[in-house]
């Protein structure tokens, strides 16, 4: 296993998400994977402004996705599987170009707390981790650095589970997805037959793309379970109901990789790091003994 960590934050900054890695590997991740390799990425320092396509810090975002894509590669090529500990939600993007120069006709199972869809000009934020979706299904034009890679997604290859923003989006006229793309939203699947609806979901997507990638933005979670996000909201899940859905999900078979991403350790006033780090372990040994 290849434990891919990437230091990213699409604000623009090398504080906040981005120091989510490291936090993960104090905490003894790496430990927890007895014979993982540990993989860095490393990133060009990023310029917080917005470019051309409207996003923050273009040039790193497609460093990133560059260099994400090339570390899954070669975790393929060596017979490994890719573990992305990221920083925001773009480390996804990575694996799924990695999935095209392989031919494989990749699905995505995107657990989020958020659609990710935003039309980057519209965002609120400019942060790619608000329209790395609308980026893959090539929804949103592409920076520079990337039009060769994107889109790499169809609308029928996704699955979302969790999302519990439509009021937000509405509230700024920006469309939601639901409609176009297999969605259940956070307030069912948090509800108590949940995990097995979110399951059927993503199994009918297993039967049609035999490789596909499992994503987890932590923010899925509630509140209750994880303070130290960027964007809260109320609902979401239990640590308990996201190990339930992450295990069931794996247990589905062909999942070629997984990625992990929005913790801000500036925002732990508690052992968070620790609460992760045991999620991932487990979510990966669930990812060893499933694959294809």
Not at 20 to 25: D, E, K, N, V
Not at 176 to 203: K, Q
């Amino acid at each position: 296993m290849d434990l891919i960590t990437v230091p990213f934050n699409s604000a623009g900054r090398t504080d906040g998400v981005a120091r989510m890695p490291a936090a993960l590997l104090g905490a003894g991740l790496a430990a927890a994977l007895p014979g993982a390799r540990v993989v860095p990425v490393a990133l060009p320092v990023p310029d917080p402004r917005r470019g051309p396509s409207g996003l923050l810090a273009e040039q790193a975002l497609g460093a990133m996705v560059v260099s994400v894509a090339e570390r899954v590669l070669q975790a393929w090529t060596d017979d490994r599987l890719p573990v992305v500990i990221g920083g925001d939600c773009p480390v996804l993007l990575g694996g799924l170009v990695a999935a095209g120069r392989r031919n494989y006709d990749a699905g995505l199972v995107f657990v989020d707390g958020h659609e990710d869809a935003w039309d980057p000009r519209r965002s609120p934020t400019g942060e790619a981790a608000d329209s790395e979706i609308a980026l893959a299904l090539g929804w949103a034009a592409a920076p520079a650095g990337l039009a060769a890679a994107l889109p790499c997604l169809g609308p029928s290859a996704l699955v979302q589970l969790g999302p519990r923003d439509a009021a937000d989006l509405a509230a700024a006229g920006q469309p939601s997805i639901a409609g176009r793309v297999d969605l259940l939203r956070g307030d069912r699947l948090a509800a108590p037959d949940g995990v097995g609806a979110g399951r059927r979901l993503a199994e009918a997507l297993v039967t049609r793309h035999r490789h596909w990638w499992l994503h987890v933005d932590l923010d899925v979670l509630s509140s209750a379970a994880l303070t130290a996000v960027d964007y809260p909201q109320p609902g979401g899940l239990s640590w308990e109901q996201l190990e339930t859905l992450t295990g069931s999900l794996l247990a589905l078979g062909g999942c070629g990789g997984l990625s992990v991403s929005i913790y801000n350790p500036d925002l732990d006033a508690g052992a968070a790091a620790a609460r992760i780090a045991d999620y991932v372990a487990g979510a990966a040994a669930a990812l060893k003994q499933n694959a294809a």
